[in-house]
């Protein structure tokens, strides 16, 4: 069967059409800068060349119109038409309680990830523009949802409780739930098999850094702690999220601003973050990357300030497993930026993390970064969402 992955981010999508016999990818793209000038379009059909398009991308509907334009073109497509589409797997963010497995979507489904819009506010919405996209050109096929909350439904309960009164949690299911469950739980395992070691037997650290990013801590094969958290606001200082901030803000800046709480939400989801740190330079680490180097001293803030983050959250995970064997780094930022994994490992003397620039300045491959003699292994692992998804989609058609 041909599966279609699509993953819609807040402002990008990626989408892969997998054969699930050969497990291969038949073609496969972004979608980069949605809704943001300059976007563009990255379409690869398996063997053929690599097209690059700069085309306006105002929302995700003229995004997957393009990336099925893409596939079932007379020249560069890989199908005829779009029946040879056996399958639709949606990477799907919020899955609140009620999901923790993977499910077959119709309308039940869709209104029940509706009704998780609010939890997941630049991401659930995205998702149902896709899967409506989808549905409206491919009325036939079936689609499979797959949440990032399923791996961490694993975690103790002292783990994903708040301290708040427990009537909350017996009431409204506040609690952590997590996210990029589906990349934290291919990169963890993907290290095992990199490394030839057995999953049940390791403690490794999961940074997965992109537009939106997560830690979490994988405890011999079971997701012990990650660091979103109810919504993926929580946690790591993200492209525009603010991550982990004291509560009373919210309430100083609305007094101060005078502003509602949804104003200041979406403060804290789309101005926050290394954008909001960088003095509105920019949410991507190209950019801040650039500006570090030139000595622009709102790069430099953001750079040093999300770094930091990131390695007390390696921190304390290694001590939420008494230990760690492996850290590893994937995802747009994790893949592709080495001084942002320069600037965290520099923290990481303790755990005897010793860094190998040389094997630190490869890109797109599983990489071993550390000497050998560094005392934790850590590695660069491309995450592989979209393999994942239509393992699972398959699974359950
Ligand atoms: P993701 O959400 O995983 O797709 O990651 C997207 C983010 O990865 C972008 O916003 C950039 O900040 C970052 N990124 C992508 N490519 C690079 C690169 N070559 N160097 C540094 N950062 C990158």
């Known amino acids: 069967m041909k599966v279609l992955v699509i993953n819609c981010g807040s402002s990008s999508l990626k989408f892969q059409l997998i054969d699930s016999e050969s497990e291969s990818c038949l073609a496969k793209g972004l979608c980069e800068r949605i809704g943001i000038e300059g976007s563009m379009i990255t379409y690869a059909p398996e063997g053929g060349e690599k097209e690059k398009n700069v085309t306006p991308m105002p929302d995700h509907t003229e995004a997957i119109r393009l990336v ?5 073109n007379s020249k ?19 899955g609140g309680e009620k999901f923790a497995q993977s499910v077959v979507i119709d309308d039940e489904v869709m209104k029940a ?3 998780c819009n609010d939890l997941a506010p630049l991401h659930n919405p995205a998702n149902l523009i896709g899967i409506n996209a989808c549905k409206a050109l491919m009325p036939k096929t079936p689609m499979v949802a797959v949440f990032d909350t399923a791996f961490h439904q694993t975690m103790p309960e002292e783990a994903y409780m708040y301290g708040l009164p427990y009537e909350y949690y017996k009431k409204y299911k506040i609690r952590r739930y997590g996210f990029h469950g589906t990349s934290h739980s291919y990169v963890s395992k993907r290290a095992s098999e990199v490394l030839g070691m057995s999953y049940e037997n390791l403690k490794i650290v999961v940074c997965h850094l992109g537009n939106g990013a997560s830690v979490s801590a994988v405890k011999h094969g079971r997701c012990v702690d990650t660091s979103m ?31 509602s709480i949804d104003e200041i ?29 030139k000595g622009d001293e709102n790069a430099i803030r953001a750079m ?4 930091y983050n990131v390695a ?6 290694a001590a939420a497993m008494n230990g760690v064997d492996v850290i590893c780094f994937t995802a747009g930022v994790g893949e592709n930026a080495a001084l942002v994994r320069t600037f965290i490992c520099e923290y990481l003397g303790y755990l005897g993390v010793k860094i190998d620039q040389e094997a630190n300045g490869k890109r797109g491959e ?3 970064i550390s000497t050998i003699d560094s005392k934790t292994t850590v590695m660069v692992i491309p995450t592989n969402e979209e393999l994942a998804i239509a393992r699972e989609t398959v699974k359950l058609l």
């Open 68 to 72: 099925l334009e893409a596939l079932t």
């Open 76 to 94: 560069t497509g890989v199908v005829k038409s779009l029946d040879e589409i056996g399958a639709v797997g949606h990477r799907v963010v919020h």
């Open 113 to 115: 990830i509706e009704e």
């Open 229 to 259: 958290g109810l919504t993926p606001l929580q946690g790591l200082i993200m492209g525009t999220r603010s991550g982990d901030i004291d509560p009373a803000i919210i309430e100083f800046l609305a007094h101060k601003e005078n502003k």
């Open 265 to 293: 939400m979406a403060v804290l989801n789309k101005k926050s973050g290394v954008l909001g740190l960088s003095d509105n330079l920019s949410s991507d680490f190209r950019d801040l990357e650039e500006g570090y180097h």
């Open 304 to 307: 040093k300030t999300f770094c």
């Open 312 to 317: 007390k959250y390696i921190g304390a995970y």
């Open 366 to 368: 599983d990489t071993v």
